[in-house]
């Protein structure tokens, strides 16, 4: 099964970029990489996915190993809102979740 | 509008009772999961369903059932048979398009008592 690899924590100052990066060395061809976050006590919600190429939306940016073994979800510009754990999924079919990264934006 | 709904939001049940969540999704999405998410930890997969009238254990099945008689519907049973039933629970559902967004309920937290 392509399980995901992330840091626990990481810290950012606000206005600032933060780079979240992600392993999943197992992950099949056709699996599309996924982010989502999670605010305390809700649901998570939709950040960003890709499969190959790198991808861009309003939220953040998805760099893509050429591999495709790692990823990395992109804030340009980390705001107090951005506080949150994010976690990245490698396996469609049965939607694991790792551990996540505990993202702490300073003022 | 479309959406995926948990009910409900907060549950309060004793101890040897057996307790079903409720999830319901309008999104005609064929698959749908269901997550355990205690303090502090990250989300652990229960079941997981890509067709109705089948389903799938995920890695912590044990004391907890789940039935897919409608495309639209997941409950969950938490059974006396779980050991440490307290947690917030969270429904998810993805379409068969791996290229496509997944979404989630807003959980229902359970307390056993």
């Known amino acids: 099964d392509a399980k995901t690899t992330q840091p626990n924590s990481m810290e950012s100052n606000e206005e600032e970029p933060v780079h979240l990066p992600c392993n999943h060395s197992t992950i099949s061809g056709t699996d599309y990489i996924h982010w989502y976050r999670q605010l305390p006590s809700q649901g998570p919600e939709y950040v960003i996915h890709g499969l190959t190429s790198n991808v861009n939306n309003r939220m953040a940016s998805l760099a893509i190993a050429e591999d495709r073994k790692s990823s990395t979800l992109i804030l340009h510009r980390a705001t107090l809102r951005d506080a949150a754990v994010y976690y990245c999924i490698g396996n469609f079919n049965k939607f694991y979740f790792g551990s996540g990264t505990k993202l702490n934006v300073k003022p | 509008d479309g959406g995926i709904t948990q009910s409900p939001k907060y549950l309060f049940r004793k101890e040897g009772q057996n307790v079903t969540l409720s999830c319901e999704q309008n999104l005609n999405h064929d698959a749908m999961y269901w997550y355990r998410q205690d303090p502090g930890q990250g989300l652990r997969l229960i079941y997981y369903?890509?067709?109705?009238?089948?389903?799938q254990k995920g890695d912590i099945a044990e004391g907890y059932s789940v039935s897919r008689e409608k495309k639209e519907s997941f409950p969950l049973t938490v059974t006396s048979a779980q050991k440490n039933p307290t947690a917030f629970y969270l429904c998810?559902?993805?379409?068969?398009?791996?290229?496509?967004?997944?979404?989630f309920g807003q959980g229902t937290r359970l307390t056993v008592v």
């Open positions: 998810a559902s993805t379409p068969t398009d791996r290229n496509t967004e997944a979404f």
């Open positions: 369903s890509q067709i109705v009238n089948d389903f």
